[in-house]
């Protein structure tokens, strides 16, 4: 059963620019409602554990660089098939593959600088969630 909330960060790069009005404004235009959100910076540790699915990967190191380098906006949004949703309007991960309007096609630069992560299913959702919040944090 899909759920109505969703996590979502909007990276480093996406700070760095100062791109953070922007997309909030096209996350609550497309029918979104926050519910937690705050500005912060992941730890070495943070970053590690938060992406531990990738950490076979080849380019784990640069990931977890990436994502300490900078300060980044966390939030949790609200909306009916929000997990789904949300993936749309972020649009693939490869900005040079997504759908125009997409926030990705708007402000990331390259397929490793995306600029906003979207939980991937509601059950990673809620796990991302409750790695970034407490639940006094949520509104």
Same mark, same amino acid.
């Not at 990967?57 to 098939?81: C, H, Q, S, W």
């Given at each position: 059963?899909?759920?109505?909330?969703?996590?979502?960060? %909007? *990276?480093?790069?996406?700070?760095?620019?100062?791109?953070? +009005?922007?997309?909030?404004? *096209?996350?609550? $235009?497309?029918?979104?409602?926050?519910?937690?959100? *705050?500005?912060?910076?992941?730890?070495?540790?943070? $970053?590690?554990? /938060?992406?531990?699915?990738? *950490?076979?990967? #080849?380019?784990?190191?640069? %990931?977890?660089?990436?994502?300490?380098?900078?300060?980044?906006?966390?939030?949790?949004?609200? !909306?009916?098939?929000?997990?789904?949703? /949300?993936?749309? %309007?972020?649009?693939?991960?490869?900005?040079?593959?997504?759908?125009? +309007?997409?926030?990705? !096609?708007?402000?990331?630069?390259?397929?490793?600088?995306?600029?906003?992560? +979207?939980?991937?299913?509601?059950?990673?959702?809620?796990?991302?969630? #409750?790695?970034?919040?407490?639940?006094?944090?949520?509104?």
């Amino acid at each position: 059963m899909a759920t109505n909330r969703t996590f979502t960060m %909007l *990276k480093p790069d996406a700070v760095e620019k100062g791109h953070i +009005g922007a997309i909030l404004e *096209k996350i609550s $235009a497309s029918g979104f409602r926050i519910v937690a959100m *705050k500005l912060t910076q992941m730890t070495n540790k943070d $970053a590690e554990t /938060f992406y531990a699915i990738h *950490k076979e990967r #080849a380019f784990f190191g640069e %990931l977890v660089e990436y994502m300490t380098r900078g300060p980044i906006v966390a939030a949790i949004l609200e !909306k009916d098939n929000a997990v789904e949703d /949300f993936r749309t %309007l972020i649009g693939a991960t490869n900005p040079a593959d997504a759908a125009e +309007g997409t926030i990705r !096609k708007l402000f990331a630069n390259s397929i490793s600088e995306n600029a906003v992560h +979207g939980s991937d299913s509601d059950e990673n959702a809620a796990i991302e969630s #409750a790695f970034h919040f407490s639940g006094r944090e949520m509104f």
